[in-house]
């Protein structure tokens, strides 16, 4: 199916294990995000990559790792997962960045750190 | 840095009843703005976007918006509010100018009451 799509949906792990959320895009976009949500923060920016090799950090980057080392594809790492990263994860796309281009969202990961 | 902020983080309304989110932005120049919503355990979703062509924006499912630059303010409003529109709404901002990705607020919750 076309679209964005995030796995696992759900996933609970242990406190200092390393966990990856994955995030596939089909549309080509240039342009992919990760934002957490949190309740009474709403969503924050913890990385985003303009291109394939192309990543920079956004509001809230520590603790994660990223990588694009092919367009579709923009896999989150926590290294070692702490109890403060419970959260729902969510990845986004876009074609650009400039001129109001909209994101486009996945479903979300939810991750409880135990 | 851009940056909006939601009043309230929860609005309840009648069904029937004017549904009215609030969003003011802070920045030197006039930016894009755009609402999305996000249905439970679901992605987020664009309900409609300001991009300088038109100050009052319709969206889908009967939402629109009004950019009042005076005011700096992206005010979401639905005339009748109805059971399917309860859902979190998100207000967001991008720069005019520069490759910078969405920066969102915290988000209203939207409570329908019949």
């Known amino acids: 199916d076309a679209g964005i799509t995030q796995s696992p949906r759900y996933k609970i792990t242990e406190t200092g294990r390393q966990v990856t959320l994955m995030c596939h895009q089909t549309?080509?976009?240039?342009?992919m995000f990760w934002y957490r949500q949190d309740l009474g923060h709403g969503l924050r920016l913890i990385y985003y990559?303009?291109?394939?090799?192309?990543?920079d950090k956004g509001e809230v980057p520590d603790g994660y790792v990223v990588s694009r080392s092919k367009t579709e594809n923009f896999p989150l790492t926590l290294e070692s997962a702490t109890r403060s990263q419970t959260s729902v994860y969510f990845c986004?796309?876009?074609?650009?960045?400039?001129?109001?281009?909209?994101?486009?969202f996945g479903q979300g990961t939810r991750l409880t750190v135990v | 840095a851009q940056s909006v902020t939601q009043l309230g983080s929860h609005v309840s309304v009648s069904e029937g009843a004017l549904v009215l989110l609030r969003c003011n932005y802070s920045s030197s120049v006039p930016p894009y703005l755009f609402w999305y919503v996000q249905y439970p355990n679901q992605g987020l979703q664009l309900l409609l976007k300001?991009?300088?062509?038109?100050?009052l924006v319709k969206g889908i499912n009967g939402f629109e918006a009004e950019f009042k630059k005076s005011e700096t303010s992206f005010h979401l409003t639905k005339p009748s509010a109805h059971m399917s529109d309860a859902a979190e709404y998100f207000c967001a901002v991008s720069a005019a100018s520069g490759n910078t990705p969405l920066v969102f607020g915290k988000g209203t919750r939207l409570s329908v009451i019949a």
């Open positions: 300001y991009t300088s062509a038109a100050t």
């Open positions: 990559s303009a291109a394939a090799d192309i990543t």
């Open positions: 986004a796309s876009s074609l650009i960045i400039l001129g109001g281009t909209e994101a486009f």
């Open positions: 549309w080509s976009h240039s342009y």
